[in-house]
């Protein structure tokens, strides 16, 4: 049995993912950490930035994987659209390689941005600059720890939002430093902004189909490595 720890961003995926491929809650854990078979996930937080505290004291896993939702640049993307990039460029231009999984084919580059790309004239220009299919805020930093580890490193991705729809700051803004979404928040959101409901629910559609898109090429790895 060849172990394969999986990192996500926020709480939403890291549950959703959970209960999509029946992962058990690890007993005592302060936040979202999931456990069954060859499988572990871990939510490291929005800019993977409890990645360390976090996934540091963990065993050493056989397969690290960057794992969640994505914005799509490229304008062919839809909702769903599976991204398993070979490189991910990071917000300085360099150039991290991915490793290869079974099963999985790999294409093209994601970019790793420094902040939620809100409009879609952004992705658009992201887009022409950079060649990237697909934006997020964690795979670079993933990628560099892994590296620095030793330990090799995939990202499975999928599209929440194509490129025709950016993520307004205000939905944004209703996750925490922690990965935590706030209830709170987004109803004082849909007061304040009448398209915020809207938005907002797009962009659930959009992250649960991303969601089941990810879980089934989970579930693939794992049936490879059992």
Same mark, same amino acid.
């Given at each position: 049995? %060849?172990?394969?720890? =999986?990192? %996500?961003?926020?709480?939403? &995926? ?13 007993? !005592?854990?302060?936040? *979202? ?45 839809? &909702? ?5 990039? &070979? =490189? ?23 970019? $790793? =941005?420094? &902040? ?14 950079? $060649? ?33 729809? !950016? ?7 209703? =996750?925490?430093?922690? !990965? ?13 902004? *009448? ?32």
């Amino acid at each position: 049995m %060849t172990r394969v720890l =999986v990192l %996500t961003a926020i709480d939403v &995926e890291a549950r959703g993912l959970a209960r999509h491929l029946d992962l058990a809650r690890v007993p !005592g854990a302060a936040h *979202p950490h999931f456990r069954t078979g060859v499988l572990e996930l871990v939510c490291v937080g929005p800019g993977a930035r409890d990645l360390e505290a976090r996934a540091g004291g963990l065993e050493r896993p056989a397969l690290l994987v960057s794992a969640g939702v994505c914005g799509a640049l490229a304008p062919h993307l839809n &909702e769903g659209d599976l991204i398993v990039p &070979e =490189v991910v460029l990071d917000a300085r231009g360099a150039r991290h390689a991915t490793a290869e999984v079974a099963g999985l084919r790999r294409r093209g580059t994601l970019l $790793g =941005v420094t &902040e939620v790309v809100a409009t879609p004239d952004a992705k658009a220009r992201l887009w022409l600059e950079t $060649g990237s299919l697909a934006c997020d805020m964690e795979s670079a930093v993933i990628l560099a720890w892994a590296a620095a580890r030793g330990v090799p490193a995939a990202v499975v991705r999928a599209v929440a939002d194509p490129a025709s729809r !950016g993520v307004p700051p205000d939905l944004a803004a209703l =996750v925490e430093p922690d !990965g935590r979404v706030r209830s709170a928040r987004a109803v004082r959101a849909a007061l304040a902004r *009448p398209r915020a409901l809207a938005d907002a629910l797009a962009l659930r559609s959009g992250t649960n189909a991303a969601l089941r898109s990810v879980a089934q090429a989970l579930a693939r790895i794992a049936r490879d490595r059992a």
